[in-house]
Antibody, heavy 120, light 113 residues
Framework: QVQLEQSGAEVKKPGASVKVSCKAS????????LYWVRQAPGQGLEWMGW????????SYAQNFQGRVTMTSDTSINTVYMELNRLRSADTAMYYC?????????????WGQGTLVTVSS | DIVMTESPDSLAVPLGERATINCKSS????????????LGWYQQKPGQPPKLLVY???RREIGVPDRFSGSGSGTDFTLTISSLQAEDVAVYYC?????????FGPGTRVDIK
């Protein structure tokens, strides 16, 4: 069965960086795009971007341009999302989600989420 | 960016009654070359990640009860729960994946009346 296993919770200070991992299993890793979505406490869903695990190609939402980097390691079926220059507004649950075989598609399987807390 | 809006913000419906959620996009999400609406609906319960219910505006995801249905085209869409069950209490989000960034609506909270 399809599973996306994310890394554990992180606590960071303002200005620091965080790198969240998402390990995929149960399907052909290089055949599907992976997306990142975050959710601040009590708030809605904010789409961050996608990565094509096969090519390494990425697309980032404007809100995160220059601060986010998504990468993939096909040897271990894992994608990463690194967010730099953290601020308190980045405190949120970060989710990875599987997409389609093309860049535009529904998000059919989701990781359990990684809570990132930014606090001095 | 395409802006997604949902209405109402919240609703409370008696058990067994119909619940209707509306979603509107600021521009069409209908891809005319394949006549397909790039629109999905998700359900999120407290402490859980979102769950895909409906994709391509009207296709029900495998395992989703048939009381959930999606309709609409272009810029106006609806998610209907035909007979509300206790386990349907959640927040429901629409999302367009027509054009990056793939924006979500603000969510509609559904409760039992």
């Amino acid at each position: 069965q399809v599973q996306l296993e994310q890394s554990g919770a992180e606590v960071k200070k303002p200005g620091a960086s965080v790198k969240v991992s998402c390990k995929a299993s149960g399907y052909t890793f290089t055949s599907y795009y992976l997306y990142w979505v975050r959710q601040a406490p009590g708030q809605g869903l904010e789409w961050m971007g996608w990565i094509n695990p096969k090519s390494g190609g990425t697309s980032y939402a404007q809100n995160f341009q220059g601060r986010v980097t998504m990468t993939s390691d096909t040897s271990i079926n894992t994608v990463y999302m690194e967010l730099n220059r953290l601020r308190s507004a980045d405190t949120a649950m970060y989710y990875c989600a599987r997409g389609d075989i093309v860049e535009r598609g529904p998000h059919d399987f989701w990781g359990q989420g990684t809570l990132v807390t930014v606090s001095s | 960016d395409i802006v997604m809006t949902e209405s109402p913000d919240s609703l409370a419906v008696p058990l067994g009654e119909r619940a209707t959620i509306n979603c509107k996009s600021s521009q069409s999400v209908l891809y005319t070359s394949n006549n397909t609406n790039y629109l999905g609906w998700y359900q999120q319960k407290p402490g859980q990640p979102p769950k895909l219910l409906v994709y391509w505006a009207s296709r029900r995801e495998i395992g989703v009860p048939d009381r959930f249905s999606g309709s609409g085209s272009g810029t106006d869409f609806t998610l209907t729960i035909s007979s509300l069950q206790a386990e349907d209490v959640a927040v429901y989000y629409c999302q367009q994946y027509y054009s990056a960034p793939f924006t979500f609506g603000p969510g509609t909270r559904v409760d039992i009346k």
